[in-house]
Nanobody, 120 residues
Framework: QVQLVESGGGLVQPGGSLRLSCAAS????????MGWYRQAPGKQRELVAR???????NFADSVKGRFTISRDNAKNTVYLQANSVKPEDTAVYYC??????????????WGQGTQVTVSS
């Protein structure tokens, strides 16, 4: 059974930094794109950043220049480094990964979510 386990959320002051981690566990053939989404109260879930297996990245306009995404393929882990955070970054952050359990098409998996609150 494939699981994505997130860590690193919490309370951070405006202008501060935090790093989220998400590790995939279980038995699978391959992990393709990995990424982070977020959902604020009363809003739809939105893409924050994604990274391909080869390292290409894309970001939401609202976080460009402040957030970076990286991955360690040997550890099946994706990271989100959030710098210069703003109150509007407050949300539940979800890890997402396209994973092929057996050789063949990949399916989307989600983590349980981790709360990030930006407040003084």
């Amino acid at each position: 059974q494939v699981q994505l386990v997130e860590s690193g959320g919490g309370l951070v002051q405006p202008g501060g930094s935090l790093r989220l981690s998400c590790a995939a566990s279980g038995t699978f053939a391959a992990i393709y794109d990995m990424g982070w989404y977020r959902q604020a109260p009363g809003k739809q879930r939105e893409l924050v950043a994604r990274i391909t297996s080869s390292g290409r990245t894309n970001f939401a306009d609202s976080v460009k220049g402040r957030f970076t995404i990286s991955r360690d393929n040997a550890k099946n882990t994706v990271y989100l480094q959030a710098n210069s955070v703003k109150p509007e970054d407050t949300a539940v952050y979800y890890c997402n990964a396209a994973i092929s359990v057996f050789v063949g098409p990949a399916a989307a998996y989600w983590g349980q979510g981790t709360q990030v609150t930006v407040s003084s």
